[in-house]
């Protein structure tokens, strides 16, 4: 996706009410928070963010709107915007995902064995803490594990990138800046 002149390169942070997330973010690219319901309308979204616990009523009520959102994901994916989910805090498959990936709840500090990917800068250094691990088929490629071998981290390329993980710490600024443009 080219960025065009006089418009700005906007992050949708997919919640319900305010988080400390979105300030982070904010400091570092322009990003709004908005519930789900926003894809459906026109917009400039260059990256799209589903955070951790998204699936955890006791969190946030985003959970109930995003599967029937599945092919809107796509979509976006196809027309170069990129799109990165954090762990959902509940066992069982991302059914918003294609190829559905399943998530396993695991929290701990993981030591972490990345691929040659620019997406594993995510976090600094070789060690994270991580809420689970994943189970990605089909198109999903894996790029980092844990020091079980357990895929932490997976995406799938599109004309943008889906990137799933569950690492569970603020990713980097120079991560932010690299998904809220074309990376392919």
């Known amino acids: 996706m080219k960025r065009r002149r006089g418009v700005k390169m906007t992050i949708a942070l997919l919640w319900d009410r305010p988080l400390l997330y979105e300030r982070y973010l904010n400091e570092h690219a322009r990003c709004v928070r908005v519930l789900p319901t926003a894809l459906l309308a026109p917009n400039n979204f260059t990256l799209i963010i589903v955070p951790t616990g998204f699936a955890e009523p006791k ?3 985003i959970g109930r709107y995003l599967n029937p959102l599945k092919q809107k994901f796509i979509e976006y994916a196809e027309k170069g915007v990129n799109i990165l989910v954090f762990g959902p805090l509940r066992n069982g498959e991302i059914k918003f995902l294609p ?5 396993t709840f695991d929290y701990g500090t993981r030591k972490l064995k990345k691929s040659d990917d620019p997406l594993c800068g995510i976090v ?13 088929g089909g198109e999903w490629e894996p790029v980092m594990w844990d020091e079980k071998d357990r895929v932490v981290m997976a995406k799938r390329k599109y004309k943008g990138v889906m990137v799933l993980t569950t690492t ?9 800046k690299m998904l809220n443009r074309n990376i392919s």
């Open 59 to 61: 969190y946030t009520s």
């Open 99 to 103: 190829d559905p990936p399943t998530y």
């Open 124 to 136: 600094e250094g070789d060690e994270a803490e991580c809420d689970g691990y994943l189970e990605a």
């Open 168 to 176: 569970h710490e603020l990713p980097t600024p120079e991560f932010i």
